[in-house]
């Protein structure tokens, strides 16, 4: 069975930085890209960064970009999501989900989250 | 555009058949993925691609595309199909970037 679980959330103040962490179960980890994706509790969802199987390729929304920082290690099964720079409106419930190939589009499971809310 | 519009809110009597449409340009170049979420709930996967419906989600649930629209369908809706429904698409980088707004279906 699948298993993602986020980790890593919290209140921060804007300006700060905090650092998400995915730990996967049930799959071939590095067989697989991998994914963010958050969402303020009650709106739509944004995809928020990707990584492929073997690190070699990521992606981030713009909204993000320059600010946070994915990566993974396929060792210890996890993904990680460094985020710097923190904003008000970063504040979201943050997903981990597995793509369903290595380097593909699509979010195939995803975990239960963990809620990121930045304020002063 | 890198936009995807979906209807806000659907409305289905039991039973009956309901389409949730989602309209983008990059629709025409590649297909949409569906989700489901139920209140609490994180999001499922229901359909994806030309015609990939993953293991466990109900034949019912059906996906199609034409132009700049693609559609999901739920033939029979049941009474457990009362989600919020989000579209999504890749982009040229290859990571799906676009998510619609998401459609409220409600079961009558």
């Known amino acids: 069975e699948v298993q993602l679980v986020e980790s890593g959330g919290g209140l921060v103040q804007p300006g700060r930085s905090l650092r998400l962490s995915c730990a996967a179960s049930g799959f071939t980890f590095d067989d697989y890209a991998m994914h963010w994706v958050r969402q303020v509790p009650g709106k739509g969802l944004e995809w928020v960064s990707g990584?492929?199987?073997?690190?070699?390729?990521?992606g981030y929304a713009d909204s993000v970009k320059g600010r946070f920082t994915i990566s993974r290690d396929n060792a210890k099964k996890s993904l990680y999501l460094q985020m710097n720079s923190l904003r008000v409106e970063d504040t979201a419930l943050y997903y981990c989900?597995?793509?369903?190939?290595?380097?593909?589009?699509?979010?195939?499971?995803w975990g239960q989250g963990t809620l990121v809310t930045v304020s002063s | 555009s890198s936009d995807l519009t979906q209807d806000p809110a659907v409305s289905v009597a039991l039973g009956q058949t309901v389409r949730i449409t989602c309209q983008g340009d990059?629709?025409?170049?590649?297909?949409a993925t569906w989700y489901q979420q139920k209140p609490g709930q994180a999001p499922v996967l229901v359909f994806s691609g030309k015609n990939n419906r993953p293991s466990g989600i109900p034949d019912r649930f059906s996906g199609s595309s034409s132009g700049s629209t693609a559609s999901l369908t739920i033939t029979g809706a049941q009474a457990e199909d009362e989600a919020d429904y989000y579209c999504?698409?890749?982009?040229?980088?290859?990571?799906?970037?676009?998510f619609g707004g998401g459609t409220k279906l409600t079961v009558l």
């Open positions: 999504n698409s890749r982009d040229s980088s290859g990571y799906p970037r676009v």
């Open positions: 989900a597995k793509d369903m190939g290595p380097s593909g589009s699509i979010c195939e499971y």
């Open positions: 990584i492929s199987w073997n690190s070699d390729n990521t």
């Open positions: 990059s629709l025409r170049s590649y297909y």
